[in-house]
Nanobody
Framework: QVQLVESGGGLVQAGGSLRLSCAAS????????MGWYRQAPGKEREAREL??????????YYVDSVKGRFTISRDNVKNTLYLQMNSLKPEDTATYYC????????????????WGQGTQVTVSS
């Protein structure tokens, strides 16, 4: 059974940092692309966006709005995905979802195979 369990969300002031973790169960982790999506409060599912992704080989992708502030990494021994978020802004407030997929990177996540339950990140101004 595949499970993705996020942790590390919370409330932080603008300019602060948080580190999200996603613990994966199952044998798929090292063979799949992984990433973090976010969905802002009150927004529809169609507004979910890929924030950062990382391929099986470790190549990262970032949406323009987080470049230079967020860093994605993966530990294929611990089956864990991370997202280090620095210089947080109020517009980063959202539910962050860990995701896993085998196909191409998808900005809205329609091709994601597995989702975590989400962790809330709130950035106050």
């Amino acid at each position: 059974q595949v499970q993705l369990v996020e942790s590390g969300g919370g409330l932080v002031q603008a300019g602060g940092s948080l580190r999200l973790s996603c613990a994966a169960s199952g044998t798929f982790f090292s063979r799949n692309n992984m990433g973090w999506y976010r969905q802002a409060p009150g927004k529809e599912r169609e507004a979910r966006e890929l924030v950062a992704g990382i391929t099986m080989a470790g190549s990262p992708y970032y949406v323009d709005s987080v470049k230079g502030r967020f860093t994605i990494s993966r530990d294929n021994v611990k089956n864990t995905l991370y997202l280090q978020m620095n210089s947080l802004k109020p517009e980063d407030t959202a539910t962050y979802y860990c995701a896993s997929w085998t196909g191409p990177f998808d900005p809205q996540g329609w091709g994601v195979d597995y989702w975590g339950q989400g962790t809330q990140v709130t950035v106050s101004s």
